[in-house]
């Protein structure tokens, strides 16, 4: 039994121009202790498919899947009151943009604090020190202190930390990490991956790890996705990802690496249809 | 050629906490940060998450004011406490910002936050407005379909390419980029970068390019500043930084950049399965 297994997931919205079918029939499966990485052209509906997998996607969209089951239960069947109490402690995401996850309103403090509370149920003193213990653990100095900031007193790197220490408060079974790294340096992003690393070693935690960073894929994936248009174009172990790709997507993908420039322009490949090969 | 761009020493200090008459506490977010820039040309800002880059960048492009210190732009100082933000200061600098989800206004239409900067600063008829907006649209890899959608029915790669249309569609000479490209796959991000260098050649705009990715810095640098801790504690030019870094933290940015190569990730493997059955 798969820790996630999701069949022939679709997902699509309804607009005024019609319907924009953002997810196109996509298996996804994840074990515990496993890292599975989600690439792919930006818009081919990878944070969708995974918002679809939380039940966080808005009214306009509608999901269809044949299987989802998480740690055996069924995920469609389930009622919202119950699927609350998985979601964010069970299962949990970091989400793309910190910057429209995080409450303005709020400190930093209170925000991960309410998750602790929320899901644990712990008394003031041990969330206060279980908050300062996560923002230490992503590498915010001053952490303390730190917790008395707005989102809005921190930088993108800093919010993107507080993210991800909201994620994990409650060592998730399952994470989904959408672009966690994307406004950290490398020196904190390896720190930060090396974190989530030893927390899938420690708990068991499954990954599921959205990038578009294939450095990233490398230092951590076990198994590979890549999305296209809505699609699945390829699905391979790391290693034959990047020794021997089936799709012509994913090896134009890696072919416009900065470090691929010839001369003074890079390759792209607008215009071009890709077949899938899985 | 032109200094298009001069920061001397600029310095910005922010206070938290505490009342009008004292208390809380100082953030040195920029300690005194000096750089020229010549027309034409792009320099790339890296350093560690908090460092002060975005602060720097709101001071460059006259959102913030700096605490002390000096800037001037086509060789004059600036500062927009005395003089404010005239119409033709607005449209010479121009800035991406580092979360585009939270710089679009949620109840406008992308064809019209792309019109309205050319509806505000040019006497450009209004199908014309309309022409630039839908070529700018597809110039980012988006389609004209995408015109009458909200800044919600976007993915974080679409709405960061958005951001970046309205910034370059006024061809401002100066344009400050905070993490552009941190959310799109690598072909799109080809694609964005190849737009920047023709708009560079064509037009010599000048660019300050913010960036945790060292091989987008590579590729697209003439100049690199390193900061740490809100110093600038290595600039240069990229050649010589890449070859020869000075800096501790410089030399450790290099040491954490995640290895894509086949080896490393043959070795990475080993030790997990290691782990697995030990
Ligand atoms: N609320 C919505 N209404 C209509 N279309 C939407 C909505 N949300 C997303 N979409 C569309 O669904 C598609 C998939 O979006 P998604 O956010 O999953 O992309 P993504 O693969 O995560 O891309 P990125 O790498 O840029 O984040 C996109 O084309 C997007 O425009
Ligand atoms: N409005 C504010 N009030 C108080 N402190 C602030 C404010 N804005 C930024 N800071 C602090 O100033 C420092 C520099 O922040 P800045 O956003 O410039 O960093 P950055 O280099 O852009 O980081 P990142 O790479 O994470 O985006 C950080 O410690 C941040 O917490
Ligand atoms: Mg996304
Ligand atoms: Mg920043």
Redesign the interface.
Known sequence: MHLLEVKNLTVSFDTSVGVFNAVKGIDIHVDAREVLAIVGESGSGKSVAMLAVMGLLPPTATVSADKMTFDGKDLLAMSAADRRKIIGKDVAMIFQEPMTSLNPCFTVGFQIEEVLRFHLGMDKAKRRARAVELLDQVGIPNPAERLKSYPHQMSGGQNQRVMIAMAIACNPKLLIADEPTTALDVTIQKQILDLLVRLQAEHGMGLIMITHNIGVVAETADRVVVQYKGRKMEEAGVLELFTAPKSSYTRALLAALPDNATGDRLPTITGTNFEEAV | MATVLEAKNLVRD?H??GTLFGGG?TVHAVKGVSFKLEQGKTLAI?????SG??TLARILTLIDRQTDGELLIDGETIDIKKTGVTAAMRRKVQIVF??P??SLNPRQKIGNVLMEPLLLNTDMPAAERRERALDMLVKV?LQP?HF??YP???????RQ?IAIARAIILKPSLLVL??PV??????????I??LL?DLQDEFGLTYVFIS?????V??IADEVMVMYLGEAVEQGTRDKLFSNPEHP?TR??FA???????E???A??AK?AA??SA
């Open positions: 922010y938290i906490g506490r890296v350093g560690e998450s908090g880059k975005s580092q979360n989800y939270g890899g379909e009458n959608r919600h029915m976007f993915s974080g790669g679409q390419r905070d993490e941190s959310a799109l796959d690598l072909s799109v991000q080809a694609q970068l190849n260098a945790h990715d060292l091989s987008v590579k590729y933290y450790s940015l954490a950049t995640p290895r894509a190569d086949v490393s990730i043959k990475r493997l997990k782990l697995a």
